[in-house]
């Protein structure tokens, strides 16, 4: 288990999902494509629900998967290559143990790349079966380009078997990305792709919020690009919570 102060084992834990949720089978289509590709890059703005795509996807499809949740400290390489090997060695004990003691001799990029070199072998050693490995908010860590080549390193050298995906709110710039493309190694999610539907907020708000939409607030959801957001939130929990079949303020969730 985890000991080293830098590490915050919390990170690990990937969300979970609400028990009222709405299918998505074309979202859940999408996704699907991941154990496909080395690496997924699902970029979008907040509020277009990618964490909880990624894990209602995990869930529903029971793949193996490690999950790591960026924060802003993680921007430092040394603290960002600790929580990629804990990630992995939390439910597998024998990856990592070569990587970390190169971490701990030296805190130095050559070290580092090492460590990641090391963390490829154990991967083909010890992760037999198909997994994900969900770097979750990776834009928080990926604003120091060290951070890019460690985890451009990471998906050049590491085994089939392991799948990354990158859910983040920026454009990537890893250097491989036009390789990675041209050989059809990358699976790139787009907002568009995670956009509700127009029946999908029908759906929705008849399902899990009980809440008929008039024509007006409907219009009001459905806007080209958007995920369902706050928009029209007032308006809709005030004439929604008049009816006595429907959901009140209280209970609505975003």
């Known amino acids: 288990m985890a000991r080293d102060p830098l590490v915050v084992r919390t990170k690990f834990l990937s969300p979970v999902p ?12 999408v996704l ?7 690496v997924t890059i699902l970029r979008a703005g907040p509020g277009y ?16 998967s490690f999950w790591y949740s960026v924060g802003e400290p993680d921007s430092d390489p040394h603290i960002f290559v600790l ?3 804990w990630a992995l060695r939390i439910t597998h004990p ?8 190169l971490l701990e001799g030296d805190h130095d990029c050559a070290a580092r790349r090492n460590a990641i070199d090391s963390l490829a072998n154990d991967i083909l050693d010890h992760i037999p079966e198909d997994s ?3 770097i979750d908010d990776y834009h928080l860590a990926a604003r120091n380009p060290e951070v890019n080549e460690i985890v451009e390193r990471l ?6 078997k392991l799948h990354v995906v990158l859910s983040t709110r920026k454009k990537s710039s890893f250097e491989s990305l036009a390789r990675w493309r041209v050989k059809g190694e990358v699976l790139e999610v787009s907002e568009k792709d995670l956009a509700f539907t127009s029946d999908e907020i029908r759906d929705l708000f008849l399902g899990p919020y009980d809440c008929s939409l008039t024509a007006e607030q409907f219009s009001c959801y459905a806007l ?3 995920w369902v957001r706050v928009r029209c939130r007032a308006s809709l929990m005030t004439r929604c919570s008049s009816g006595p079949s429907r959901t009140s303020p209280g209970r609505l969730q975003w």
């Open 18 to 29: 609400r028990k009222q949720l709405l299918k998505r089978p074309g979202l859940m289509r």
């Open 32 to 38: 699907d494509q991941i154990v496909h590709h080395p």
């Open 49 to 64: 629900g990618k964490s909880t795509g990624l894990a209602v996807y995990l869930a529903d499809r029971r793949v193996p």
């Open 83 to 85: 929580h990629l090997v």
């Open 94 to 101: 024998a990856v990592g143990s070569q990587a970390l003691v």
């Open 132 to 134: 994900v490995f969900v």
């Open 155 to 160: 998906i050049n050298t590491m085994p089939p």
């Open 224 to 226: 080209p690009g958007l």
